[in-house]
């Protein structure tokens, strides 16, 4: 871990708003994947409407710190372990009712599910977001960490995708909007525009409320970090693995690439 960043630079790491799709524009891509699991399939194209503003790194613990002293909330999880409490750290042991608090708080929210997926592939159709495979993965994610001795990495460390956003393969299993459905895609025709997947959606809804989680973590073999890679948890589980990051679907001052959202 780069323990010696400055306040300024863990400040400006956690804040960064990357625009990924404009204002009347529509953002499409191809979601899913032939080659992962049958809840991957089938591929279908999905169009977003501008604008999509995209964090550019994942909530770290210096920008969460704020928000539980401003409003009182509960401590994460872990921040009591060394090896997840650095400053640049993701924020990890928050359940999805605190992220999507965050997200509130902050006038921004958590991607839906086909939000995060457009914004990880960032053009890219392979099962990554960058040319050459797995055998490039270390190269923009971190992953396949010892469960006793790892843990997750500070933000901003290795290579960002072609929009410019870090650590979408990796360090930490992202939280989304969207309710868990492994029958979503069936569900969805050609040209899909994308929004939040909800309770009503699913079909065999049995009350327990499961949530999405994208990108892979810190434990996880490349496999799970590739971009179509699906997984999900109960919406109050706090763990080492999960955090997140945010959008925000209107444009505002200071708002950029490079600029700061907030």
């Known amino acids: 871990l780069d323990r010696g960043l400055g306040a300024l630079e863990r400040r400006r790491r956690a804040t960064i708003l ?3 799709v404009g204002e009347g524009e529509v953002g499409r891509f191809m979601m899913g994947s032939e080659k992962g699991g049958s809840d991957e399939r089938p591929v279908h194209e999905v169009m977003l409407s501008g604008p999509l503003w995209v964090g550019k790194y994942a909530v770290t613990n210096v920008e969460y710190a704020k928000y539980v002293q401003s409003i009182g909330s509960a401590e ?5 372990y060394l090896k997840f409490n650095v400053w640049d750290q993701p924020v990890v042991g928050v359940s999805w009712e605190e992220a999507k608090g965050y997200g509130e708080r902050s006038g921004c929210g958590l991607p839906s599910e086909a939000e995060w997926e457009y914004a990880c592939r960032a053009g890219s159709e392979g099962e990554y977001s960058f040319e050459g495979g797995e055998e490039e993965l ?6 396949g960490g010892d469960h006793e001795t790892g843990s997750t990495h500070g933000v901003g460390l290795l290579k960002p995708n072609l929009m410019g956003l870090c650590d979408m393969h990796g ?5 989304c909007e969207d309710v868990w459905d492994v029958k979503a895609y069936g ?3 050609s040209g899909w ?3 939040t997947w909800l309770e009503e959606d699913v079909e065999d809804w049995n009350g327990g409320l499961y949530i999405v989680l994208r990108g892979g973590c810190w434990i996880d073999g490349s496999g799970g970090c590739r971009s179509a890679y699906r997984y999900r948890n109960d919406h109050v589980y706090r763990n080492r693995y999960y955090g997140f990051r945010v959008v925000c679907r209107e444009a505002g001052p200071g708002m950029g690439a490079g600029g700061n959202g907030r």
């Open 18 to 20: 990357v625009k990924v």
């Open 171 to 175: 360090n930490v299993l992202e939280w």
């Open 138 to 143: 270390g190269k923009y994610g971190w992953y």
């Open 187 to 189: 569900k969805r025709g």
């Open 76 to 80: 994460p999880e872990f921040w009591h």
């Open 193 to 195: 525009l994308a929004r």
